[in-house]
């Protein structure tokens, strides 16, 4: 491979063409399959409508189905390191699979851009140089949450979330950004649908208001319940639960819920607005958050190829660090671990005609880089 | 911890355990009368939830919906009978498990290319939403009053039929001895039809009910059907009372445990260890009851057979 990419490279030098052009083949490996299909399949054709709008055709993507399952997604990473041979890998949506696949990948000398999880063992010690994420650092959102939970003068907010890591980090980052007393917490059991027990609690609780973290199905089971349940104290959460995927799926139930993000379809850039029309004409709906990511991870990768060339790592390596690309979020830039640094909005739930969508009201936190930044020696 | 909290968890005791007899009451018939294992049951409920949520997107009538779901899943139990599952009653266990396992995959991939990866929407009937008051001040959701209610009935009408009908009647014959009954001229293959289709109605029926306060969505079925294959050992297979009395018992220990576990770890723990502690054996308090029904009775509560 190495002899038949330096011909090349010679070759297309010889022809006088730029040197950097030289093909790039990308191994995505996403869920496709199963319970959490919609965000890997969003992630996908974000990615892919990148790659199709830039015309360029000397990156080639080979895309596998990891089924949510970690074996899986090992097996698959080794075939396309061994037998692919790809120069970058992407596409994972999970964090007990990224911490799976994401580390062999990046020792033995892969690139790999992370389009959704952000665990905090990647981002702190853990962080290396040929891993990029371009999503967020998994705390960022629920911290932004905590954030505007103490704007808006809560004072006594019932704080829930799954009981696994990512559901552990959630309650920990609203809490660092929190400043208001707790009338309760509760870990609910992974995957969990009927949530009337934990709404009895809130209900007793004596709480003013509610923060959540159940991505998925979950969250949709819960906000029904909630919703049936009469309660009415105001709701706070990540934007994971009122994505576009699955907003149509909890219906009026959700509108008017506050939630935060670092992308909405509303953020005032050419780049986003032109995103938002070409993924509806391309694919027939409205983009979700992962598809807007899955857009900027390839367009981050398609700055760099245009920079320097994958044979010479360290070269492409500094190309990508400039995210030197046009992002749906408007501003966008790396910290020293990698991780973005970037605003994170507040937007509310609304109805645009038949369809449930978000739109911003603000702003809650700036130029938000992650707390494990600082323990990354990069 | 007030006495209105503890009486409104045991009504989401009670309705969790309703709403698992549905999908047990199934199972245990299907396991019971044809020694059939059948994993592709929480399939089943998947689609009677989809079937419900599409013809409520279509008509906006609830009641259509829940006939669809009972008609699709019903359809669909007795076609998958005669397709696949006739094939397998005289083989063993591991093949049977294989095989349904094998539907569960087409079942799901199949919902998967009808209606796409993202959950559908199905909501509570207008006229069911919102809490009511219950004498003593307890606000409850109407609409886990009106699955309780239902859940009831459909026991009452399970125990009729078995109990009152000549339905009823070549169920039970079939049960302890399916050589004898054919015998006797029953058409065995035509009754296992009937029974296949019935398990898979209530399943549907379950999955409807559900899917309007949860998500619907691929995959939904499984977790359930985890704990149906619980209720029916702690009930003792094949017994319908047996599934009622195991259904409500699950429902109870889950819920009351996840409310009283922690408060007890509080009493002597710092609250966040209390919390994780507490939310942990929780999530193991019914297979933790499993086994002590296990230990004092092998072959369930109202098991007949060792």
Redesign the interface.
């Known amino acids: 491979m190495k002899i038949k990419t330096l011909a090349l490279a010679t070759a297309l030098a010889a022809l006088g063409t730029a040197g950097l052009a030289e093909p790039l083949k990308v191994g995505m490996i996403t869920t496709?399959?199963?319970?959490g299909?919609?965000l890997g399949?969003d992630v996908r054709d974000g990615f892919m409508l990148a790659v199709k709008q830039s015309g360029n055709t000397d990156i080639e993507v080979v895309i596998e189905d990891d089924q949510r399952k970690p074996d899986i997604a090992v097996q698959l990473a080794d075939k396309m390191i061994q037998s692919e041979k790809v120069d970058v890998m992407t596409g994972i949506i999970w964090s007990n699979l990224a911490m799976a696949v994401i580390p062999s990948a990046t020792a033995q000398g892969k690139i790999y851009l992370s389009p959704n999880a952000g665990p905090s063992a990647l981002a702190g010690k853990g962080c290396h140089e040929n891993y990029f994420n371009v999503a967020w650092q998994n705390d960022n959102l629920h911290e932004a949450a905590g954030a505007h939970a103490t704007s808006e003068g809560y004072k006594n907010t019932f704080i829930l979330a799954p009981?696994y890591p990512a559901g552990v980090d959630a309650l920990t980052g609203f809490k660092s950004q929190y400043k208001g007393e707790l009338s309760g917490?509760?870990?609910?059991?992974l995957?969990q649908?009927?949530y009337?027990?934990?709404i009895?609690?809130i209900?007793?609780s004596g709480a003013d208001s509610v923060f959540f973290f159940l991505p998925?199905?979950?969250g949709?089971?819960f906000l029904?319940?909630y919703a049936?349940?009469?309660i009415g104290l105001p709701v706070v959460g990540p934007a994971f639960s009122f994505d576009q995927?699955?907003l149509?799926?909890?219906?009026?139930?959700a509108l008017g819920v506050r939630n935060t993000s670092q992308w909405s379809k509303d953020i005032d850039n050419a780049t986003n607005k032109a995103f938002v029309e070409s993924f509806q004409a391309e694919y027939g709906r409205l983009p979700s958050l992962y598809a807007s990511q899955g857009f900027d991870t390839a367009n981050l990768l398609l700055s760099a190829m245009g920079k320097a060339s994958i044979s010479d790592a360290e070269a492409f390596r500094a190309a990508l660090k400039e995210a030197d690309f046009s992002s749906t979020r408007g501003d966008f830039k790396f910290g020293n671990n990698n991780h973005p640094i970037q605003d994170i909005y507040v937007r509310e739930v609304i109805k645009e005609g038949d369809v449930f969508t978000n739109k911003i009201v603000g702003v809650a936190l700036e130029d938000h880089g992650d707390v494990y930044a600082a323990e990354c020696k990069m | 911890m007030s006495l209105i909290l503890l009486a409104e968890q045991v009504l989401n005791g009670l309705q969790f355990g309703i709403m698992l007899f549905l999908m047990a009451a199934g199972l245990t018939l299907v396991f019971g009368v044809m020694g059939l294992i059948n994993l592709a049951h929480g399939s089943l409920f998947m689609i009677g939830a989809f079937a419900a949520a599409a013809v409520a997107g279509a008509t906006g009538s609830f009641l259509l919906a829940l006939i669809a779901a009972l008609a699709a899943a019903a359809a669909a139990g007795a076609l998958v009978e005669v397709l696949v599952i006739r094939r397998l009653y005289a083989r063993d266990h591991l093949d049977q498990v294989l095989a349904t396992f094998a539907l569960i995959l087409i079942f799901s991939e199949s919902t998967r290319w009808l209606f796409g990866s993202f959950p559908l929407f199905l909501n509570i009937p207008e006229t069911l939403s919102g809490p009511v008051t219950l004498p003593g001040g307890i606000q409850y959701s109407l609409y886990r009053l009106t699955l309780i209610a239902i859940g009831l009935a459909v026991a009452f009408g399970l125990f009729l039929l078995i109990s009152r009908t000549r339905l009823g009647i070549r169920i039970r014959a079939g049960e302890s001895d399916r050589e004898m009954i054919a015998a006797l001229g029953v058409d065995i293959s035509k009754l296992y039809t009937i029974v296949f289709a019935l398990g898979a109605a209530l399943a549907g029926l379950a999955g409807a009910l559900v899917g309007a306060i949860q998500s619907v969505q691929v995959g939904m079925g499984e977790p359930v059907l985890i704990l149906a294959f619980v209720v029916i050992v702690i009930g003792g297979i094949g017994s319908i009372k047996g599934a009622l009395v195991g259904a409500i018992l699950v429902g109870l220990t889950d819920t009351l445990g996840k409310l009283l576990l922690p408060l007890f770890f509080g009493l002597f723990m710092d609250n966040a260890s209390a919390t994780s502690t507490g939310s942990a054996l929780a999530s193991m308090s019914i297979y933790i009851l499993m086994a002590i029904v296990l230990v004092m009775k092998p072959s369930g509560l109202y098991g007949a057979r060792a």
């Open positions: 496709l399959s199963g319970g299909a919609g399949i009981n917490e509760l870990l609910t059991k995957g649908t009927d009337a027990s934990e009895a609690q209900r007793a998925g199905g979950m949709i089971s029904k319940q049936d349940s009469g995927g699955i149509q799926a909890v219906g009026d139930a």
